[in-house]
């Protein structure tokens, strides 16, 4: 239906004719679908008809890109160009099932089917294991945008100005949906809500409560995915069902997954992992995470491009023996993660 308007104002001549020739059903889909008022609309059309002479389906691309300009100026959300994929995140694949199951959850299909929308996922697990990569590549394969939701920037030190920031966040997100709002270690972006009035005079209570409500009776399709690295700040209230659909635990790669993730990496750098004894390194980086197996990738790159060779399976073991990973350095604090989602969380991977 749009579309065909498109082209009916693309033939109507002039920009003061096309923007006359608009259908209010053109302008409510643009302002209600797709986060543009009338005013940001009529720019976009003008743009276009600058461009091209004319307004077809081929701008509907121009018409997205103001979207995201929206997002940018709005100042509160920042929009993430969708780069990922699942393909390059090793392993989690109890993970990966789980959303794969849900790419057209989206679609009146699954409406006339009787499923709600999902409402989101919280990420919670070690440092490096792939949970923000994991945000990012739901993105692409539910091509949906990505906003990233920074708490820092709900903030201020005027009385009642975080939480009017928040609502506007929240109001921006539900404007440009269906869409993916992407929080990143959640934790400690409400670390202050369980303290009350102790240190802020309640503000971070007050917007993690306007959060709360919004996560349980939000009716537009925004898709929330929260990462969290530490347990003992998430607030109960976030963890109980029906504002989010289910945690995931996000532990160390196994010993198959370590050699996924070593190879997305080696061909990530214009390496044939074949050409590498990947399952002698995956068993040598016991412990690692993905982060860190990425970085010893890095390492080895470095040595021998200054030794001036092609870089090789000795380079990398050495790197790798080189490195102490977190798991061991942060020993206690890993094992109580793990104590902790035991029969609390679902498994990422098998």
């Known amino acids: ?5 498109l082209m009916a104002l693309g033939q109507a001549g002039s920009l003061d004719e096309a923007l006359k020739a608009a259908s209010t059903g053109l302008i409510r889909w643009l302002e209600q679908d797709y986060g543009l008022t009338l005013s940001e609309a009529e720019n976009a059309f003008a743009k276009a008809v600058a461009l091209h002479n004319a307004l077809s389906s081929r701008d509907v691309s121009l018409i997205l890109e103001e979207k995201r300009q929206v997002i940018r100026k709005s100042g509160l959300l920042e929009y993430y160009p969708a780069q990922s994929n699942l393909g390059g995140v090793g392993g989690l694949e109890n993970l990966k099932r789980w959303l794969s199951d849900r790419t057209s959850a989206f679609s009146e ?30 993105s692409t394969l539910w091509q949906l945008p990505l906003l990233r939701f920074d708490m820092g920037r709900m903030f201020s030190g005027l009385v009642g100005s975080s939480e009017e920031n928040m609502r506007r966040a929240i109001a921006v997100a539900e404007s440009v949906a269906p869409a993916i709002l992407w929080i990143d270690e959640v934790d400690k972006a409400f ?17 993690f409560g306007t959060f709360l409500i919004w996560l349980s009776e939000k009716r537009s399709p925004v898709f929330v995915v929260a990462t969290a690295n530490d347990i003992s700040h998430l607030p109960p209230e976030l963890l109980r ?3 989010l659909d289910e945690i995931f635990f996000v532990d160390l790669p196994n ?8 190879r997305v990496h080696l ?17 040598a980086a016991a412990d690692f995470s993905g982060a860190e197996l990425e970085e010893a990738i890095n390492s080895a790159l470095y040595e021998a491009f200054h030794a001036g060779v092609e870089v090789n399976t000795a380079h990398m073991e050495q790197a790798i023996r080189s490195t102490v990973p977190l798991a061991r350095t942060m020993a206690e604090q890993i ?10 969380a679902r498994r990422a991977s098998s």
């Not at 010993?255 to 070593?262: D, F």
């Not at 094992?335 to 609390?344: E, K, N, P």
């Open 1 to 5: 239906e749009s579309d065909t308007e």
């Open 335 to 344: 094992r109580r993660l793990r104590d902790w989602a035991g029969g609390r």
């Open 191 to 207: 670390a202050g809500a369980a303290s009350g009035a102790a240190g802020d005079g309640g503000t971070a209570a007050r917007v």
């Open 109 to 138: 299909q699954a409406r006339k089917f009787g499923l709600p929308e999902p409402k989101g996922v919280l990420l919670l697990g070690v440092q490096g294991c792939g949970k923000s990569l994991c945000a990012k590549a739901v």
């Open 241 to 243: 069902k029906g504002r």
């Open 267 to 283: 061909a990530k750098r214009g390496r044939n992992p074949d050409d590498f004894d990947v399952d002698a390194l995956a068993n």
């Open 255 to 262: 010993l198959l997954e370590r050699g996924q993730v070593l």
